[in-house]
């Protein structure tokens, strides 16, 4: 059984850089996307962005100049770097895996517990 | 950008009962890409229907997804205790390559 769980710092201060990193347990990181979502306080999803194992990234245009994801598949591990954070970034962050193949789409299959991120002095 | 409306914003209902969502697209997309989960109160998402039509693993056949071109549904044929949630829909595909509807809370009547 494929299990996800979020890592990393839950306060951040404005304007510094937010990082987490998901680690994948019970299977490989290889041949799939593996992707970010945050949601706000009593709020709806928002994804973030993607990276496929090999590398290979896409973001949302909302938060492109300020996202960074990236993968170590030695460690079974995807992490996150979004910069500048304001109070506007608080939110439960989750890490998922999305199926994805040329004609084929399997959804957000499995994702982590989430973890909160406050951005605070 | 493809944006997605889910109606109603709140549906309230008894169990029992059968229950309809509406996610309607801006544009068309294929329904190859259209996903739908339930989320609970302090737990992550989880993936209902993918494809607009197909079960995820483990899903219950009383959920069912239908649609095409802007308008898909998600039905739930007999509603039981565990079904109160939010429910959202999810596109893949133009930029920004995923999106959510605003969800639909379902609610005990």
């Known amino acids: 059984q494929v299990q996800l769980q979020e890592s990393g710092p839950g306060l951040v201060k404005p304007s510094e850089t937010l990082s987490l990193t998901c680690t994948v347990s019970?299977?490989?990181?290889?041949?799939?996307?593996w992707s970010w979502i945050r949601q706000s306080p009593g709020k709806g999803l928002e994804w973030i962005g993607y990276?496929?194992?090999?590398?290979?990234?896409n973001y949302n245009p909302s938060l492109k100049s300020r996202v960074t994801i990236s993968v170590d598949t030695s460690k079974n591990q995807f992490s996150l770097r979004l910069s500048s954070v304001t109070a506007a970034d608080t939110a439960v962050y989750y890490c998922?895996?999305?199926?994805?193949?040329?004609?084929?789409?399997?959804?957000?299959?499995?994702w982590g517990q989430g973890t909160l991120v406050t951005v605070s002095s | 950008e493809i944006v997605l409306t889910q109606s109603p914003g709140t549906l309230s209902l008894s169990p029992g009962e059968r229950a309809t969502l509406s996610c309607r697209a801006s544009?068309?997309?294929?329904?190859?890409?259209l996903a739908w989960y339930q989320q609970k109160p302090g737990q992550a998402p989880r993936l209902l229907i993918y494809?607009?039509?197909s079960r995820a693993t483990g899903i219950p056949d009383r959920f069912s997804g239908s649609g095409s071109g802007t308008d898909f549904t998600l039905t739930i044929s007999r509603l039981e205790p565990e079904d109160f949630a939010v429910y959202y829909c999810?596109?893949?595909?133009?930029?920004?390559?995923?999106?959510f509807g605003q969800g639909t809370r379902l609610e005990i009547k």
């Open positions: 999810q596109q893949y595909g133009s930029s920004p390559r995923v999106t």
């Open positions: 990276i496929y194992y090999s590398g290979g990234t």
């Open positions: 544009q068309s997309i294929s329904s190859t890409y």
């Open positions: 998922a895996r999305m199926g994805i193949g040329s004609g084929w789409y399997d959804g957000l299959d499995y």
């Open positions: 019970g299977g490989s990181i290889s041949s799939y996307y």
């Open positions: 494809g607009a039509s």
